[in-house]
């Protein structure tokens, strides 16, 4: 058990409808990531945000936004959903900013759009 | 040309064999990263390398940062190292890339 969690576990959902994947960091941990791992695409970093603020963005599209609350844990919002959208979601957190730091990732939910 | 290449794709050996990923990358980086991912999907970091080499128990990994080259070694592999091994890259504008994974199957 990492000590990072993610909910729910898995979401079926619609074209056109809009989900949000929750992420709980480790204790003391200040950055989150979030990655998607689809099958013909395979893992890819969307975008880290440390203590409260967005740090990185990688392959994120529009329709998706993040952001990461005083608690520290993190929201992945995903609208406008499409049939290529259906994959394993991870979120990861890390106590700095830098690669320094070791990750730890989450369970993953896995999300299905029919 | 993708950013990131593994090979091989996928690896079979018996309990006991030395064993070697290797990862060659095409853009500069501030970090290399290997990571584990489980056959039931759980996704475990095993090194961040920035220069030299690195070990943790039966695994040691290596980066040589002039070649844009990067290896994994198991020693004494065991059934239980059967994951998929991926290399990811961080480049300066902070934005991850991953290679394809390496399958490895080890048989008792």
């Known amino acids: 058990d990492s000590g990072v969690t993610q909910t729910p576990k898995h979401l079926i959902t619609a074209t056109g409808q809009r989900v949000t994947l929750r992420c709980s960091p480790r204790s003391g941990d200040l950055s989150v990531y979030w990655y998607q791992q689809s099958l013909d695409q395979g893992l890819q970093f969307l975008i880290q945000?440390?203590?409260?603020?967005?740090?990185a963005k990688g392959n994120i599209l529009e329709r998706f936004s993040a952001q990461q609350f005083p608690d520290l844990h993190s929201e992945l919002n995903l609208s406008s959903l499409e049939l290529g959208d259906s994959a394993l979601y991870f979120c990861?957190?890390?106590?700095?900013?830098?690669?320094?730091?070791?990750?730890?990732f989450g369970p993953g939910t896995r999300l299905t759009v029919t | 040309k993708n950013e990131v290449e593994q090979s091989p794709q996928n690896l079979t050996a018996q309990e006991g064999e030395f064993i070697t990923i290797n990862c060659s990358y095409s853009v500069g980086i501030s970090a290399l990263h290997w990571l584990q991912q489980h056959p039931g999907g759980g996704i475990v970091s095993l090194f961040m390398l920035s220069s030299g080499k690195k070990k943790h128990g039966r695994l040691i990994a290596t980066i040589n940062i002039q070649e844009k080259h990067s290896s994994l070694h198991i020693t004494a592999s065991h059934p239980r190292d059967s994951a998929v091994y991926i290399c990811a890259v961080r480049g300066y504008g902070q934005n991850f890339v991953f290679g394809p994974g390496t399958r490895l199957s080890v048989l008792p």
């Open positions: 945000y440390y203590n409260g603020e967005e740090r």
């Open positions: 990861a957190s890390s106590v700095g900013v830098t690669d320094s730091y070791e990750q730890y």
